[in-house]
């Protein structure tokens, strides 16, 4: 599999560690909302050739949060978790589109990263970017209230879709979010008679992005 | 300085690499309550020699809130953050108890990282506790109730000082916790009225220790 122009590392691999990355990574087509990894699973280090996915945790009671997402040329290190005794948790990874994926088995990878400092140094920078994004997370969640981060998380969606016509359900916003749906509902229709939104089925529409924006900041 | 004994990987560096690490590190004491690191500095690399430091962040309003606690061997590594370019985010770093630490300069560190296989590995395996200890605070905050996670904190706290009877104020507690004192206030109070701690000025005392910890399961 060529894998030289997902991993930026690759040029500082021997011969032996690119052959046993390529050689042994899977190609693997995923459907929107198909689960990839579940829980304490260890499918493997995922890279993200094309499409999107989401990573999730789930509360006992069945509620979802979003961590983080991972784009085209995003590695996906907790799917691989097995590989680092010291991560103690668990996420579930979702396809947020139709995606494709190259998955390199946890015990190659975990090989490699232990003989080569270039692959662990970047394999460090990886696990900090994710640390990064469940920091904000986690100061957003503290210290913002759900308006804030509603109109945040709308106007995020519109960038990622290039368009402010957003394809969503309340409930699907709520798992983003770790909230009930009737949290969602309510605040969505607070922000329609703001004049910020419009509300229809499967559908909410930006039509005041400033209003919007201000509210986030 | 003796270095040997606080890092694991000892033994697998060079002695090169050893002799660097051992010739730049310098021993600081501080008092409990210091500041050691604020923000973005890059102070180097801390070890816990002896005491306790608590990692935090701020809210823009000045709230705090305990992300970790370094005890004895434990290394922090957010003190030098500026090793890793993809940490994006702010801790505070304060000495809890009077402590001893010893401090590696982040070039030094670093430099060493880049070729170091199993340093880098190691750096990893921090990173991922960490990791997973912010991930165990994400979920207490969102799936938790705060009557739980004072419960499951003053458990905590008794067992890390080894008596029922705390000496900390609401306002400390609060800190810890993310909340306001009155929230801390108003909990402890009927704590109290249902008979699980006795309150009195500086001090918590744990009367109801299964009662507590039923509350916080």
């Known amino acids: 599999m060529e894998l030289a122009a997902y991993l930026p590392v690759w040029g500082r691999l021997t011969r032996a560690q690119q052959e046993a990355l390529a050689g042994n990574a899977v190609r693997r087509s995923v459907k929107k909302g198909e689960i990839i990894r579940n829980g304490a699973d260890c499918t493997g280090l995922l890279l993200v050739l094309e499409g999107q996915l989401r990573a999730y945790i789930l509360s006992p009671e069945g509620r979802e949060m979003t961590i983080y997402r991972l784009f085209e040329r995003d590695v996906c290190l907790f799917s691989a978790s097995c590989m680092l005794r010291s991560i103690q948790f668990d996420v579930i990874v979702e396809a947020e589109k139709d995606s494709e994926l190259a998955v390199i088995p946890a015990d190659v990878y975990k090989r490699i990263l232990e003989e080569s400092a270039p692959l662990s140094n970047y394999t460090n920078e990886m696990m900090a970017s994710r640390f990064s994004d469940v920091m904000w997370l986690i100061e957003q969640i503290l210290w913002k209230s759900f308006d804030k981060r509603l109109a945040a998380f709308l106007l995020e969606e519109a960038a990622i879709e290039g368009t402010n016509t957003l394809q969503t359900t309340h409930e699907t916003l709520g798992k983003h979010l770790g909230n009930p749906r009737e949290v969602v509902t309510r ?11 419009r509300l229809s089925r499967g559908r909410v529409e930006i039509v005041d992005e400033a209003g919007l924006r201000r509210l986030a900041e």
């Open 187 to 197: 605040m969505l229709r607070y922000f329609q008679s703001e004049g910020l939104v």
